[in-house]
């Protein structure tokens, strides 16, 4: 399942380990705030759900250390294919448990509640309509947002598994994909696999380890040039150069993430008042009934096992930004 469209994307997603971006400060009333997405390419699908809060007798700083004032206990959520009405209902788990870890700060990072449904217990059908609905167990609080789900990302047009693919410092490389109804932006990523060795001890084996790039962000078109200087640039600065460690470049695979519209709603909302001419303030963006929150579809194409071009090989090897990565 991918854990991670990046500014935005990430941003967004992040929400399910952490929902410090909204206020949690209600004037006069509990607020409940509610985050996710569906998508038919995660094995899961997560929602977070916490709560707004205020305590006259209690600084804000200790109720956000208590989960009791961050959580409800008896909520339930609920997502309803409005194509046949059929309802799932999910669990609540320890999202530190799921892979989702909070950071640390003022806030508890564990337990970090998220409900939870598996994707192979329901039947996300693109272009269908999805209605979530948390009704948090207090005071008779419900809050709702519904989203229609994303058709599948085909294939890449380029690159391809079967194709070798060139990086070079005189011209970009071209990326590109064909059109998906109601996917409005993208997020695009390779996944850079190598394998590194001991080169002192002759009996050493090659362990493998991957570098995550992302190379375009928030893209509206269907394709994509990726800077060659930037690719070797990025080993650069992410590998140490050690003359003990002999490395070798294996593949790259290609993450590409679809969002929806309610993600270019967000973007547009966030963007209206930064800059020169703004007033400094930071709107918020939610399309939560009764609520605070965002809730959306993505989808993700993962092309995997892509081969590099000789040349571009050797210009790893002895090129003047990775010559001294070792590169064989």
Aim: aromatic share 10%; proline share 4%.
């Amino acid at each position: 399942m991918m854990k991670y469209l990046v500014l935005s994307l990430v941003v967004i997603f992040s929400l399910l380990a952490c929902s410090e971006t909204f206020n949690l400060i209600a004037p006069k009333e509990e607020i409940p705030i509610v985050n996710g997405f569906l998508s038919a390419t995660d094995t899961a699908q997560y929602i977070k759900v916490q709560r707004a809060f205020r305590d006259q007798d209690v600084p804000a700083v200790q109720l956000a250390q208590i989960p009791d004032s961050l959580y409800y206990d008896n909520a339930t959520v609920t997502i309803t294919d409005e194509s046949d009405g059929t309802v799932y209902t999910l669990t609540r788990v320890n999202g530190t448990d799921e892979g989702f870890v909070k950071e640390e700060g003022a806030f508890a990072n564990d337990p970090n509640f998220l409900y939870k449904i598996l994707t192979s217990e329901m039947n996300l059908v693109p272009g269908n309509q999805y209605t979530l609905e948390v009704n948090t167990g207090e005071q008779g609080m419900a809050v709702a947002s519904s989203t229609i789900t994303l058709g599948e990302i085909p294939r890449l047009t380029t690159p391809r598994q079967e194709l070798d693919y060139a990086f070079s410092t005189e011209a970009p490389s071209n990326m590109a994909w064909r059109e998906v109804d109601d996917i409005v932006l993208y997020d695009v990523n390779l996944i850079l696999n190598i394998l590194e060795r001991d080169a002192t001890d002759s009996e050493a084996e090659f362990i493998p380890k991957s570098l995550r790039w992302n190379v375009g962000r928030n893209i509206e078109d269907e394709r994509l040039q990726v800077s060659g200087t930037g690719f070797f640039g990025f080993f650069a600065a992410n590998l140490e150069e050690n003359p003990d460690v002999i490395r070798r470049f294996v593949n790259f695979d290609t993450e590409l993430v679809g969002g929806g519209v309610e993600l270019a709603d967000f973007i547009n909302v966030t963007e209206a008042n930064t800059g020169i001419t703004s007033s400094g303030e930071t709107p918020i963006f939610t399309n939560i009934e009764n609520g605070v929150g965002f809730f959306s579809t993505r989808n993700t194409l993962l092309e995997t096992g892509i081969i590099l071009t000789e040349n571009t090989l050797d210009s790893l090897a002895d090129g003047s930004l990775t010559r001294l990565l070792n590169f064989q």
